[in-house]
């Protein structure tokens, strides 16, 4: 699928995006910068702080239980898909681009 070119405001978006994970101001993220960043989530949703998801703690209280360690896995599997150059980092690109 072929995208138009990025307007001005889509890239200041994208590298925007990219900052928000970047916690060493390198202009790319890490494996361990993105895990940090897509984890606040599972911390937020710890009600009680037990390093697992339990039914009554996981959105529309549907699924398995899910333990940060599992969660975290997951998320590794996600950075090397989204790192196609296979770098060991994320561009902006990378970062935004739609899941394979």
């Known amino acids: 699928m072929l995208l138009a070119p990025l307007t001005l405001s889509a890239q200041q ?3 925007d995006y990219l ?3 970047d916690r060493n101001g390198d202009g ?4 361990a910068e993105y895990v940090s960043h897509m984890s606040r989530g599972f911390q937020r949703m710890d009600r009680n702080g037990d390093g697992i998801l339990e039914l009554s703690e996981l959105p529309g209280r549907r699924g398995k239980p899910v333990t940060r360690a599992a969660f975290e ?3 590794r599997r996600q950075f090397r898909k989204l ?3 296979h770098d060991g ?7 935004t681009a739609p899941p394979r």
């Open 13 to 15: 978006t994208r590298g």
């Open 83 to 85: 790192d196609r150059n």
């Open 73 to 75: 896995n997951r998320l």
């Open 19 to 21: 900052r928000r994970f």
């Open 28 to 31: 790319r993220v890490s494996m």
């Open 89 to 95: 980092f994320l561009s902006a690109r990378e970062l």
